[in-house]
């Protein structure tokens, strides 16, 4: 196991070994460092498993389009930083944070996609861009399937593609657009639902907006909290279950459910 920076010397070309600290391409158990600044973007797959993945804070280094395995989904960390576009395609990692991502016109400034991920987090700032399930740098185009057990969104924009699949979400700031339904929990910050259903929670300064689109969802579980807002103004939802107030009555919460049907604070 060793530290294998990237320098690009020569080329983007990731199996070049002289683009490489080690003048080796990575092996198998790798720590490998993308630093501040290197002669060339990066591109490619590394074909070893490797221990560790770090694009360090603002990097001006761009990973084009680059596709990693780690390990195991043991303590395997990657961690993107950086204020330059990213598309990472990432397997078996047992967390992937993204600190930074840039603000792109229609496109992501942070790509992910990837199988067998543990946990994805997302901390970047109010403006990043964060596309998960998108691949190849190109705005709006899916990526094969994308396995991620749990997200964690704390700040930016995140957009969460039809193919991505989780086992949950909790929001804790930012604004995310999802097009993926599962259990989510909505603790602050704006959540935009598009296509599909799936379990809510909505926490005390969470707002979830159903209204993006007209297309019929179902909404297996609702449970809102004081000063919790669900916006359903335009009868999408299909609810299996009764919505659940948690430890607040109708006059502490905003809930819109077909038109000339709102519940609302008094």
């Given at each position: 196991?060793?530290q294998?920076?990237w320098?690009?010397?020569?080329?983007?070309?990731?199996?070049?070994?002289?683009?490489?600290?080690?003048?080796?391409?990575?092996?198998?158990g790798?720590?490998?460092?993308?630093?501040?600044?290197?002669?060339?973007?990066?591109?490619?797959?590394?074909?070893n498993?490797?221990n560790s993945f770090?694009r360090?804070?603002?990097s001006?280094?761009?990973?084009?389009?680059?596709?990693?395995?780690?390990?195991?989904?043991t303590?395997?960390?990657?961690r993107?930083?950086?204020?330059?576009a990213?598309?990472?395609?990432v397997?078996?990692?047992s967390?992937?944070?993204i600190?930074?991502?840039?603000?792109?016109?229609?496109?992501?400034?942070?790509?992910?996609?990837?199988?067998?991920?543990t946990?994805l987090?997302?901390?970047?700032?109010?403006?990043g861009?964060?596309?998960?399930?998108?691949?190849?740098?190109t705005?709006?185009?899916?990526?094969?399937?994308?396995e991620?057990?749990t997200?964690?969104?704390?700040g930016?924009?995140?957009?969460i593609s039809?193919?991505?699949?989780?086992?949950s979400?909790?929001?804790?700031?930012?604004?995310?657009?999802?097009?993926?339904?599962q259990i989510?929990t909505?603790?602050?910050?704006?959540?935009n639902?598009?296509?599909?259903g799936?379990?809510?929670?909505?926490n005390?300064g969470?707002?979830?907006?159903?209204t993006?689109?007209?297309?019929?969802k179902?909404?297996?579980?609702?449970?809102?909290?004081?000063?919790?807002?669900w916006?359903?103004?335009n009868s999408?939802?299909?609810y299996?279950?009764p919505?659940?107030?948690v430890?607040?009555?109708?006059?502490?919460c905003?809930?819109?459910i077909?038109?000339?049907?709102?519940?609302?604070?008094?």
């Amino acid at each position: 196991m060793a530290q294998n920076i990237w320098l690009g010397l020569v080329s983007s070309d990731c199996t070049d070994e002289d683009n490489w600290s080690l003048s080796l391409v990575p092996a198998t158990g790798d720590d490998v460092l993308v630093p501040a600044s290197a002669t060339n973007s990066i591109t490619g797959t590394i074909a070893n498993a490797i221990n560790s993945f770090n694009r360090v804070d603002n990097s001006q280094v761009v990973i084009s389009y680059l596709v990693i395995t780690l390990q195991s989904q043991t303590n395997k960390n990657v961690r993107i930083g950086g204020t330059v576009a990213c598309s990472l395609s990432v397997s078996y990692a047992s967390t992937i944070e993204i600190s930074q991502a840039t603000s792109v016109v229609n496109s992501y400034g942070v790509m992910i996609s990837g199988t067998n991920n543990t946990e994805l987090q997302v901390d970047s700032q109010s403006s990043g861009n964060v596309g998960i399930g998108f691949t190849n740098g190109t705005y709006g185009v899916t990526a094969a399937t994308t396995e991620i057990t749990t997200l964690v969104l704390n700040g930016g924009i995140t957009t969460i593609s039809p193919v991505t699949t989780f086992t949950s979400l909790t929001q804790n700031g930012g604004v995310v657009n999802s097009y993926a339904g599962q259990i989510n929990t909505i603790q602050s910050g704006q959540f935009n639902v598009f296509n599909v259903g799936g379990t809510y929670t909505v926490n005390q300064g969470g707002v979830v907006d159903l209204t993006q689109d007209i297309i019929s969802k179902t909404i297996t579980n609702l449970n809102v909290y004081k000063s919790g807002s669900w916006n359903d103004s335009n009868s999408v939802g299909t609810y299996t279950n009764p919505i659940t107030l948690v430890g607040c009555g109708l006059e502490d919460c905003s809930i819109k459910i077909g038109k000339g049907r709102h519940i609302m604070p008094s």
